[in-house]
């Protein structure tokens, strides 16, 4: 038996397909698995896209939707409309993001920012309701 140097192993390592977490490639991937980027992959866990901007004429802000620019669910034309939020009866002014079907909402805590300069969150569940501060753009 012959053996192999261990620079021979790494090499052979870095040439091998790895799919995330370090798994192995199945013997026989599907076409497009290569193709599509890391967080498109089937095993990536993603959010859903944010719901389709709401209907003008109805008034209703989006089911879900977030102030932090990195969020799949922030729209800076809705937030710049203004869009209030009232969780358990009471209007919150401090909420970073919240869902009305999931019944939740995420509010700073304070002036405490992380390393990244984002508030620090807390997640609070109850009824939320979510309505626009002023009335709908006139279109003309």
């Known amino acids: 038996m012959e053996l192999i140097p261990a ?9 091998t397909p790895m799919l995330p977490k370090g798994r192995p490639m199945p013997d026989n991937p599907p076409d497009n698995l290569l193709d599509s980027p ?4 089937p095993d990536a866990a993603t959010a859903s896209p944010p719901d389709p901007l709401p209907d003008a004429a109805t008034g209703t802000p989006p089911d879900r939707l977030s102030n932090n620019p990195k969020s799949p669910f922030h ?3 809705l937030l710049e409309r203004g869009v209030g939020i009232r969780f358990k009866g009471v209007e919150k002014t401090n909420v970073e ?10 509010v700073a805590v304070g002036k405490t920012v992380d390393r990244h300069g984002a508030p620090l969150t807390m997640k609070l569940s109850g009824p939320v309701e979510a309505y626009f501060r002023d009335a709908p753009p006139a279109e003309g």
């Open 97 to 106: 993001e919240y869902c009305v079907s999931e019944g939740w909402v995420r």
């Open 75 to 77: 729209d800076a034309a």
């Open 7 to 15: 620079a021979c192993i790494t090499r052979l390592r870095r040439q």
């Open 38 to 41: 890391p967080d498109r992959r």
